[in-house]
């Protein structure tokens, strides 16, 4: 018998998140193949009067396919992926698999040459001319992640799926205001004295409509400004390897000094490419069913009380200038249980030890989005 949850993650992803209308053709990407899912996506979207089209992956053989691809078959990669997303009107991703280190022994310059063509595809048509959502889906993996029994990841899962995100949306519209009129941001905590401007870069609310789970305000920093010390207290992966205790230190913009527990893997990530060395995306991130990191991106960039600071590429609807290969969000978190830490806009404290201590933001602290 199917999970009635189900049926109502898949009406919440054609009905609210890309908002599917008749005639549009529709991508369902699934990598790691959750047929359930994809079938009820596949009925709501015709009910929608929508057109579906199916791409089914699988980690180990995309696995196969990378460690052997030359440039020519990438760039023929990139061509055929090109096509079919150009047709497209909406796209849905659910990305699932057994082991999120199954790509760490690609090599560094296959991944690099990946993401420099069959990654455009994502960056250049699906991004800025499609409707898009992506999410993950609950299995004994991500429950291992998360140190939870299946079952409850699978309640965590479904509860923070489908929680009210219009009214996590209305409520962002406080923070977008303060965001707007704000110049300087200063960063404190352990190991953290961070500043930077977001001066007349535009501010995005994401609730719901291009992630699940979703609970985010982003921008970007002016591409020269940012200056100081971050300390991340967060796993981080990244093209297969999960990065800890990174720390980064910034003059003028550029990444000058990078640290972790593998300080010349992660170097030579932000070797890719000059981009790769500034930040394309500062966002702040306000999920209240979302407390604790489980080295899945997707997750943990929403977590209540955290922010991420993002090198690579910049969005084009918060574009600072910053162009790149890689696009790397990496999470630090202020609430007390983490270390604690400050956010000050133009010398105001407005949020502490993970909490808004503003009036006027107060309602995006978890107990008013539950």
Request: charged share 25%.
């Amino acid at each position: 018998m199917k999970d009635p949850r189900i049926n109502r993650l898949a009406e919440l992803l054609i009905n609210y998140s890309v908002k599917l209308q008749p005639g549009e053709k529709l991508l369902i990407e699934n990598t790691g193949i959750q047929q359930e899912l994809v079938s009820a996506i596949i009925d709501e979207a015709y009910q929608a009067g929508g057109q579906p089209f199916v791409n089914l992956k699988e980690p180990k053989i995309h696995r196969s396919l990378l460690r052997g691809a030359s440039k020519e078959q990438l760039q023929a990669w990139e061509k055929y992926e090109s096509t079919v997303m150009e047709e497209m009107d909406a796209y849905i991703a659910i990305r699932s698999g057994d082991n999120i280190n199954e790509l760490s022994d690609i090599p560094s310059d296959k991944n690099k040459l990946y993401g420099e063509t069959v990654g455009n595809v994502h960056r250049n048509i699906r991004v800025p001319k499609t409707k898009w959502c992506v999410l993950r889906y609950p299995n004994e993996s991500m429950a291992q992640l998360a140190e939870m029994s299946t079952e409850a990841f699978e309640d965590f899962y479904f509860n923070v799926c489908t929680l009210d995100y219009s009214k996590m949306s209305q409520a962002m519209d406080a923070l977008v205001e303060k965001m707007n009129n704000t110049d300087q941001v200063h960063i404190t905590g352990p190991g953290t004295d961070l500043t930077f401007s977001i001066k007349d870069i535009p501010k995005i609310k994401c609730a719901g409509e291009m992630n699940l789970p979703d609970g985010e305000v982003y921008t970007a920093p002016v591409k020269d400004s940012v200056n100081g010390t971050l300390t991340y207290n967060t796993p981080s992966p990244y093209q297969g390897f999960t990065f800890q205790n990174v720390s980064l230190t910034f003059k003028d913009g550029k990444i000058i000094e990078a640290t972790a527990n593998d300080s010349e893997r992660i170097n030579e990530i932000f070797n890719t490419d000059e981009g790769a060395r500034y930040i394309g995306e500062f966002a702040i991130g306000i999920n209240p069913f979302i407390q604790h990191p489980m080295a899945d991106i997707l997750f943990d960039e929403k977590i209540d009380g955290s922010f991420h600071f993002t090198p690579g590429q910049a969005y084009d609807d918060a574009y600072n200038g910053n162009d790149s290969a890689i696009h790397w969000d990496m999470v630090h978190i202020q609430r007390e249980d983490y270390g604690g830490g400050e956010m000050y806009f133009d010398g105001e404290l407005v949020r502490k030890n993970g909490r808004f201590v503003i009036p006027e933001l107060e309602v995006l602290n978890p107990e008013n989005l539950k």
